[in-house]
C-alpha cells in the first residue's frame, strides 16, 4: 500500500505550506495519521500525528506552527506549515499506523513517498 503525499517546496523563511497524505479509505479510517520529517545525516523524527478519532499531537518544535487535520470524506490528511524556518527544512514523510495488537504490534505501518521542504532565503 502506498500513500500519496504533495505540497512541498521552497519557501522562505517565515512562509507557508500545506502537505497532504491520501491513503485507501480502507486503511484511513482505521489508522492514525502521521508526518516525519528527515533532515540530512539525522533521523527521522515523528511531527505530528492524528488518531483515527481526531485527537492531534505535535512535537514541541512545531507546536503553534503547524496544524494537522484529517478529512474523513477524502481519506486525506493535511499538515498546514506556517512561520517556516530554516530548521524545518527536511524530506516530510507521511505514515499510516493501524491498531496495535498485543503480539505483533501494530498490524500495519504504511509509508509515503516523502516530498521535500526547504526553507531558505
Known amino acids: 500500500v502506498q500513500l500519496q503525499a504533495s505540497g512541498g517546496g521552497l519557501v522562505q523563511p517565515g512562509g507557508s505550506l500545506r502537505l497532504s497524505c491520501t491513503a485507501p479509505g480502507n486503511i484511513f479510517s482505521i489508522s492514525a495519521m502521521n508526518w516525519y520529517r528527515q533532515a540530512p545525516g539525522k533521523r527521522r523524527d515523528l511531527v505530528a500525528a492524528?488518531?483515527?478519532?481526531?485527537?492531534?499531537n505535535y512535537t514541541d518544535s512545531v507546536k503553534g506552527r503547524f496544524t494537522l487535520s484529517r478529512d474523513n470524506t477524502k481519506n486525506t490528511v493535511y499538515l498546514q506549515m506556517n512561520s517556516l524556518k530554516p530548521e524545518d527544512s527536511a524530506v516530510y514523510y507521511c505514515n499510516a499506523k493501524g491498531p496495535r495488537r498485543w503480539d505483533i504490534g501494530y498490524v500495519f505501518d504504511y509509508w509515503g513517498q516523502g516530498t521535500q521542504v526547504t526553507v531558505s532565503s
Open positions: 492524528v488518531t483515527s478519532s481526531g485527537t492531534t
